[in-house]
């Protein structure tokens, strides 16, 4: 699927990283049970920062995205 290809380029990556930054932060701004969505935020950071998808397996593709030659 386009979509996990995508998210294995580098601009993939940053998007997660930037879209986990953005509930980190909204979840901190709107304060109180919100900061539930700053915790939620951290997947998409993580997934960007180490380079895995986790919808990758959802369409038979490996988690960590195919090596581009």
Request: charged residues 10%.
């Amino acid at each position: 699927m386009r979509l996990v290809q995508f998210m294995g380029t580098g601009t993939g990556r940053a998007a997660r990283i930037a879209a986990g930054a953005a509930f980190v932060a909204g979840g901190a701004a709107a304060g109180g049970g919100w900061w539930l969505l700053s915790v939620i935020g951290l997947v998409p950071i993580a997934a960007g920062v180490f380079g895995f998808c986790l919808l990758a397996p959802l369409f038979r593709e490996p988690l960590r995205g195919r090596p581009h030659a």
